[in-house]
């Protein structure tokens, strides 16, 4: 089965506070892509990064940081000095290659509220 | 450029009536997928469309149905609708129907309410 879990239901922190969102994802695609999108109250999901499972190298933008493991499963988010404008629903989400075809399967999300 | 863009924005309906929303995605991209959003929840993915095709569909009744127009913009029916068909309805949009390494780009989403 292709499945992505966020366990973290809500997170609370006070701006300039570091802050990680943990996903962990099961699939048996060899081939697969891992994406982070973004969803303010507005509704629209914004496309954040994507990370191909043959790509293990960390990534860095700006006050944004992934750390995938593959032996782990896991694909982490990490926002740096939080912004109160970084309050939003960010969702973890799978796409395997074979054995769900075109599907992006998301986790449930992880609520972020930072506070001034 | 113009973003994906979907109408209506919020929609009431009651039970057993049926409701279209329409998508137009992004200029040049040439697949449209559709996703339901129940609230608290993450989106469901409901149907895949390039040139016209169906190319996926998720475990969804087949009280649900879509299509593709040769300008690429796509239509999602629901007949018979249920109360538990009140959700938020996003459509994505990408250039090709190969979707695994593409980010797909989201409207904003048409609000479903069902009384």
């Known amino acids: 089965a292709q499945k992505v879990t966020q366990a973290q239901t809500e997170i609370s922190v006070v701006e300039k506070e570091d802050v990680t969102l943990d996903c962990v994802y099961e699939?048996?695609?060899?081939?697969?892509?891992l994406f982070w999108y973004k969803q303010p109250p507005s509704g629209e999901l914004v496309f954040l990064i994507r990370?191909?499972?043959?790509?293990?190298q960390n990534e860095i933008s700006g006050r944004y940081s992934w750390n995938f493991q593959k032996s782990t499963s896991s694909f982490n988010f990490t926002i740096t000095a939080s912004q109160v404008v970084d309050s939003a629903v960010y969702f973890c989400?799978?796409?395997?290659?074979?054995?769900?075809?075109?599907?992006?399967?998301f986790g449930a999300g992880t609520i972020l509220r930072v506070k001034s | 450029d113009a973003g994906v863009t979907q109408s209506p924005t919020h929609l009431i309906k009651t039970r057993g009536q049926q409701v279209t929303l329409r998508c137009s995605p992004i200029?040049?991209?040439?697949?449209v997928s559709w996703y339901q959003q129940v609230l608290g929840q993450g989106p469901q993915f409901i149907f895949q469309?390039?040139?016209?095709?169906?190319?996926g569909r998720g475990n969804f009744p087949d009280r649900f149905s879509a299509r593709q127009f040769p300008n690429y913009s796509s239509e999602l029916n629901v007949n018979a609708l249920l109360l538990g068909d009140s959700a938020l309805y996003l459509c994505?949009?990408?250039?090709?129907?190969?979707?695994?390494?593409?980010?797909?780009?989201f409207g904003d989403g048409t609000r479903l309410s069902i009384l």
């Open positions: 200029s040049g991209h040439k697949s």
């Open positions: 994505a949009s990408s250039p090709s129907g190969q979707l695994s390494n593409q980010p797909q780009h």
């Open positions: 699939t048996r695609d060899t081939t697969y892509y």
């Open positions: 469309y390039y040139e016209k095709e169906e190319r």
């Open positions: 989400a799978l796409r395997g290659t074979v054995e769900y075809g075109n599907k992006l399967v």
């Open positions: 990370r191909n499972s043959f790509d293990e």
